[in-house]
């Protein structure tokens, strides 16, 4: 189980490197490709928490266990999301590399480490479900890892570092998944918690991250096709749900 946890976490992790190096920064392309993957990772998202992480967490422990984690992972999230934030309200006044760069990397980083951890969760309960789970944190993950990637440009850093330095905070992935499978031999229903806690944090994410920026768009042809990459997003990883028989 952590050899399939540790290849998914770094298989994760290249590929938003690979994502972040061929998306051209500043093309009409990489907003439309942003655009289309948050409508798509919404639905991903939703539709993996609710048709397979909760189902999974809640044959393992009582209803009230695992919606209480749920609940926390939602605030604990909100509450590192709010400190990045405010750090960069308070630090973003330098002219070269700005302050907020390296929080972004931070925030990014601890980010990261989470979804290691939902990952090793899910491959700790089966496989199909460890597989569901890396899909619904690399959809969400692009959009998000580009979009990093060019305000660490925009924060000073040349394209080189703010490709060493998405490398490295995906890497805290690896760390989060190891760490995780070593505490579940001593922690005693670990796993149930991570699965609650994995189901919380793609609630939060889909629900105040991107769905607030989905509303953004007002023109009606954009919103259809919000709609359509969202509903797309929730029929396939469904749809391999089913067939992985997670």
């Known amino acids: 189980m952590i050899i399939e946890a540790i290849v998914a976490t770094i298989f994760v992790s290249l590929l938003l490197l690979l994502g972040a190096i061929f998306i051209p920064v500043g093309k009409k392309t990489t907003d439309l490709f942003i655009f289309l993957m948050m409508s798509f990772a919404t639905g991903s998202l939703f ?3 609710f048709f397979d992480v909760l189902p999974e967490a809640l044959a393992k422990a ?9 609940l926390a992972a939602i605030i604990i999230f909100f509450l590192l999301e709010r400190t990045v934030h405010w750090h960069y309200q308070h630090n973003d006044h330098e002219e070269h590399e700005k302050p907020i760069a390296y929080l972004i990397t931070i925030g990014d980083g601890l980010h990261n480490f989470f979804d290691g951890v939902a990952i090793a969760a899910g491959f700790m309960s089966s496989n199909a479900l ?34 060493v330095y998405n490398l490295l905070s995906g890497l805290t992935a690896v760390l989060g998944a190891v760490l995780f499978f070593f505490a579940a031999e001593h922690i005693k229903n670990l796993e149930v918690y ?16 991107l769905l607030p920026e989905l509303h953004k768009e007002e023109d009606i042809r954009k919103s259809a096709a ?10 396939l990883t469904w749809l391999l749900i089913k067939n992985l028989g997670g």
Do not use: C, N, R, W
């Not at 609650?196 to 991250?209: E, K, N, P, Q, V």
């Not at 919000?226 to 029929?235: D, P, R, T």
């Open 194 to 209: 991570g699965l609650a806690f994995t189901a919380g944090s793609f609630l939060y994410i889909a629900g105040t991250d």
């Open 130 to 163: 460890g597989i569901t789970t890396t899909l619904a944190v690399t959809v969400h993950e692009i959009p998000h890892e580009i979009g990093d990637f060019i305000l660490l440009i925009h924060g000073g850093f040349s394209k080189k570092k703010a490709l």
């Open 62 to 70: 009582q209803s009230e266990t695992v919606f209480t984690v749920v």
């Open 226 to 235: 919000q709609l359509i990459f969202m509903i797309f997003g929730v029929v």
């Open 47 to 49: 539709s993996a928490a």
